[in-house]
C-alpha cells in the first residue's frame, strides 16, 4: 500500500512484528493482490522468501499493483525473510526516477541499511535516485544514521 | 471476551464506553471513525478501508468500535466474538449528540485527522440527526439479525444508562 493514500499499512505492520498467524487470519479477510500479499508476508516472516516472493507475484494482475508498489512489497518480502541485499535491489525500481518518493519506501530502504550496516552506502545511493531534492536529502540522511529498530 | 464489536447510534457512548471495555480487559482499542475519516474529511473506497481493517480484525485480540457494514460488510463482525449494542432511548443519545455536536462546534474540538465539525454538515441531507434516528428504528431489526447470523457473537444489548454501568462493572478492576 502506497502511503500516498494517507491510510496506515496495517498488513506491513503486522508483518514488522513477526505475526505469521494473524497474517494468515489478515490474508483469509482480504481479496485479490491484498490477500496474496498478507500471506506472502507471513511466509516471509517464517524465513521462506523464495514462496514468498511466488506468491507474491501470483497475486499480480495486469497492472495492479502499480510496478513501484509491487517493487516495493518484493523489497519487503526479502527484507522479512532476512535477505537484506536482495530487499535493496528489489526495491530499485520503485525508487529510480521517482518524481515523488513514496516515505515508505525510503523507510525501508533505511531499515535495510540499520539491519545490515555493510549496505548503508548502497541505501544512500539508492534513495538519492529519486524523490524530490528535498526527499532524497532528508532520506539519504536518514539512511546514513538509521538504527535497527 | 477477547474481541468485541461495539455498535449504537451517534450520541450512544460507543467511544467511551469502548475505550472503557479495553481498558478494564486490557485490549487494543480501535475507532473506525479515525481510521474512515482522513485529512479534509476524505473517506476510502471499500477496498482501501478492508485493507486497512482487515490486519487489525485478524489479531488476537481487539475493541473495535463502529460498523461500516456498507464498507466492510462482515469483516469485523466474523472475527467478533462479543458485539456490546448500545441500544439506549432517544431521550438518553439524542440530547448528548445535540449537545456534543454544539460543543464540538463551538470548541472547534478536532476529531480525527485534523478535522472538525461543520455547521453545514449538521443540514445537509441526511444530516446526522436524522442519520442517527433512522439507525436507531433500523438497528432493532438489523443488530439482532446480523448477530444472530454469526452465532460464534455473543450480542450484549444494553438498554439503559444503568445496564451499561452494570455491564462495566461486571469486567474487573
Request: hydrophobic fraction near 45%; glycine fraction near 8%; avoid cysteine.
Amino acid at each position: 500500500m502506497s502511503a500516498r493514500s494517507g491510510l496506515r499499512d496495517e498488513t506491513w505492520r503486522l508483518a514488522r512484528s513477526g505475526a505469521a498467524a494473524e497474517l494468515e487470519r489478515a490474508a483469509d479477510l482480504l481479496d485479490g493482490y491484498d490477500a496474496h500479499r498478507a500471506r506472502a508476508f507471513a511466509l516471509a516472516v517464517e524465513g521462506r522468501g523464495d514462496d514468498a516472493l511466488a506468491h507474491l507475484e501470483g497475486g499480480a494482475e495486469g497492472d495492479w499493483p502499480f510496478p513501484d508498489a509491487l517493487a516495493a512489497d518484493r523489497a519487503r518480502v526479502r527484507f522479512l525473510a532476512g535477505d537484506y541485499a536482495r530487499s535493496l535491489e528489489a526495491l530499485q525500481p520503485a525508487v529510480r526516477g521517482a518524481d515523488r518518493l513514496d516515505p515508505a519506501v525510503a523507510e525501508l530502504a533505511a531499515d535495510i541499511a540499520a539491519r545490515d550496516p555493510t549496505l548503508r552506502l548502497r541505501a544512500v545511493k539508492l534513495v538519492l535516485g529519486g524523490g524530490t531534492t528535498w526527499q532524497r536529502l532528508r532520506n539519504a540522511a536518514a539512511a546514513a544514521v538509521s538504527r535497527d529498530r | 471476551m477477547e474481541r468485541v464489536s461495539v455498535q449504537g447510534v451517534p450520541g450512544s457512548g460507543k467511544s467511551t464506553v469502548g475505550r472503557a471495555i479495553a481498558a478494564q480487559l486490557g485490549l487494543p482499542y480501535v475507532e473506525l471513525d479515525a481510521l474512515h475519516h482522513g485529512p479534509g474529511w476524505s473517506e476510502p473506497t471499500a477496498v482501501e478501508f478492508v485493507r486497512v481493517v482487515a490486519p487489525l480484525a485478524a489479531q488476537e485480540r481487539w475493541v473495535i468500535d463502529g460498523r461500516y457494514h456498507g464498507k466492510l460488510g462482515d469483516l469485523v463482525i466474523a472475527r467478533a466474538d462479543t458485539v456490546v449494542w448500545l441500544d439506549l432511548p432517544i431521550r438518553v443519545w439524542l440530547p448528548r449528540l445535540a449537545w456534543r455536536s454544539v460543543r464540538r462546534l463551538v470548541l472547534r474540538e478536532e476529531l480525527w485527522n485534523g478535522n472538525r465539525e461543520q455547521f453545514r454538515m449538521l443540514f445537509v441531507r441526511p444530516n446526522l440527526f436524522r442519520w442517527a434516528w433512522d439507525k436507531h428504528f433500523a438497528d432493532r431489526t438489523f443488530v439482532p439479525q446480523w448477530v444472530g447470523a454469526h452465532p460464534h457473537a455473543r450480542l450484549i444489548r444494553l438498554r439503559s444508562r444503568r445496564e451499561v454501568q452494570r455491564f462495566l462493572g461486571t469486567l474487573g478492576p
